[in-house]
């Protein structure tokens, strides 16, 4: 089991930008790919971008694409969200997610959990 602590949330004007970081530890050498998802009030939680651990692939939802980079540190285990031209539609609360295997990668069902950090985009 991977442990996930996200932190960098906030509130920030609309054209804004925030960094989230997340911090892994635990069983980190069975970590295939790690990513973040978020969830908006009264709606589903949603795919917002990952990163394959093997070889830095990423990929991003098309409402993020260009605005948002996921990026990682190799050697301190984490992983960041860069969001920049940020909108009152990307406030939700953000998770961090590790994928442990192929499997759970192309079925973008992550098997760890953050806790979430806010983040508030005010118009």
């Known amino acids: 089991q991977v442990q996930l602590v996200e932190s960098g949330g906030g509130l920030v004007q609309a054209g804004g930008s925030l960094r989230l970081s997340c911090a892994a530890s635990g069983r980190t050498l069975s970590r295939y790919a790690m990513g973040w998802f978020r969830q908006a009030p009264g709606k589903e939680r949603e795919f917002v971008a990952r990163l394959k651990w093997t070889d830095g692939t990423t990929s991003y939802a098309d409402s993020v694409k260009g605005r948002f980079t996921i990026s990682r540190d190799n050697a301190n285990n984490m992983v960041y969200l860069q969001m920049n031209s940020l909108k009152p539609e990307d406030t939700a609360v953000y998770y961090c997610?590790?994928?442990?295997?192929?499997?759970?990668?192309?079925?973008?069902?992550?098997?760890?959990w953050g806790q979430g950090t806010q983040v508030t985009v005010s118009s």
């Open positions: 997610a590790a994928y442990p295997d192929i499997g759970s990668y192309y079925n973008f069902t992550p098997r760890s």
